[in-house]
């Protein structure tokens, strides 16, 4: 276990790659900058991650076992699908409000131009997330809550849906509405057909 000077020196350091990944882009943010805003010195940023790129890996292996976590806890979590995958994107949501530099971070390395960052599988984010929300629907459809469908073509339909909200919020958080994607997902979940179609 680490002493907690230790704890707080890896979480500085971590706090200002963050920071500065999202703000410059990684080939632009250097070590120096890094350990600057951190205050600490270059050879302990060497002694916890060995170097950039080790940073680098730790802030987006830890985003990576957050959502792992979260993922798990909704999935195994009493409740209707619908009701589970509300209160997975508020959680998201909620995580975005408080770490918005790490959720810009991840936004510009999959949607921004290349940064010259080492290769990561950032797939494995969106991977995971479809999978949590086909495990609901398949569990929703086996309590008869859910009609049957293709269970990826419902995950793409949870994940468009949200995936959008998640942009509308990165363009404009201030006048992003945080109640629309759950009306989205209700008005989704109910249907739009006035009478069953073959």
């Known amino acids: 276990m680490r002493k907690p000077e230790e704890q707080s020196a890896r979480s500085m350091l971590i706090a200002a790659g963050i920071n500065l990944f999202?703000?410059?882009?990684?080939?632009?943010?250097?070590?120096?900058?890094?350990?600057?805003?951190?205050?600490?010195t270059k050879p302990v940023l060497y002694y916890y991650f060995k170097n950039k790129e080790g940073?680098?890996?730790?802030?987006?292996?830890?985003?990576?076992?957050?959502?792992?976590?979260?993922?798990?806890?909704?999935?195994?979590?009493?409740?209707?699908?619908?009701?589970?995958?509300?209160?997975?994107?508020?959680?998201?949501?909620?995580?975005?409000?408080?770490?918005?530099?790490?959720f810009r971070l991840i936004h510009n390395l999959v949607f921004g131009p290349p940064q010259g960052a080492p290769a990561y599988d950032l797939e494995s984010y969106h991977r995971r997330m479809v999978e949590a929300i086909k495990a609901i629907y398949v569990k929703g459809v086996m309590?008869?809550?859910?009609?049957?469908a293709d269970p990826d073509e419902v995950a793409i339909m949870v994940t468009g849906l949200?995936?959008?909200?998640?942009?509308?919020?990165?363009?404009?958080?201030?006048?992003?509405?945080?109640?629309?994607?759950?009306?989205?997902?209700?008005?989704?979940?109910?249907?739009?057909?006035?009478?069953?179609?073959?």
């Open 22 to 40: 999202a703000e410059k882009g990684y080939a632009s943010a250097s070590v120096r900058e890094i350990v600057k805003l951190a205050g600490v």
């Open 55 to 102: 940073l680098f890996r730790a802030i987006l292996d830890g985003a990576a076992e957050q959502q792992e976590a979260l993922l798990a806890k909704i999935v195994n979590a009493p409740g209707t699908a619908l009701e589970r995958i509300i209160t997975l994107y508020n959680l998201i949501y909620q995580g975005m409000e408080q770490n918005r530099h790490l």
């Open 143 to 148: 309590k008869g809550e859910l009609a049957r």
């Open 162 to 198: 949200t995936d959008f909200c998640f942009h509308l919020y990165y363009v404009d958080p201030g006048s992003f509405d945080p109640n629309l994607p759950e009306r989205l997902l209700r008005l989704a979940f109910k249907g739009l057909l006035l009478k069953s179609e073959d």
